[in-house]
Nanobody, 119 residues
Framework: QVQLVESGGGLVQAGGSLRLSCAASGSIFSIDAMGWYRQAPGKQRELVAGITSGGNTNYADSVKGRFTISIDSAKNTVYLQMNSLKPEDTADYYC?????????????WGQGTQVTVSS
């Protein structure tokens, strides 16, 4: 059993910052990659940022230069530092991880954390 637990969401004014955290726990053999997705009301879920166990990162064009993803492999935790937040960043943010357990490699999702950016 694997769980992803997110934290760090909240309400912030435009131009402010938030840091999201997502900790994976359970019967984990290894983690290949972790990332953050978001879903705004009435819109499809989209990739915000991803990072591999080797440290390779990718970002949505809309967040490049403002958001930074990082991983602490020892803690099985991924972070998303969000700076210069805009009202259009308002969404539910979901952690995602590609995890190998006992011989099985599959994708897991967190429960989501809400980010609201006021103008």
């Amino acid at each position: 059993q694997v769980q992803l637990v997110e934290s760090g969401g909240g309400l912030v004014q435009a131009g402010g910052s938030l840091r999201l955290s997502c900790a994976a726990s359970g019967s984990i053999f290894s983690i290949d990659a972790m990332g953050w997705y978001r879903q705004a009301p009435g819109k499809q879920r989209e990739l915000v940022a991803g990072i591999t166990s080797g440290g390779n990162t990718n970002y949505a064009d809309s967040v490049k230069g403002r958001f930074t993803i990082s991983i602490d492999s020892a803690k099985n935790t991924v972070y998303l530092q969000m700076n210069s937040l805009k009202p259009e960043d308002t969404a539910d943010y979901y952690c995602n991880a590609l995890i190998i357990t006992t011989g099985v490699r599959r994708r897991y999702w967190g429960q989501g954390t809400q980010v609201t950016v006021s103008s």
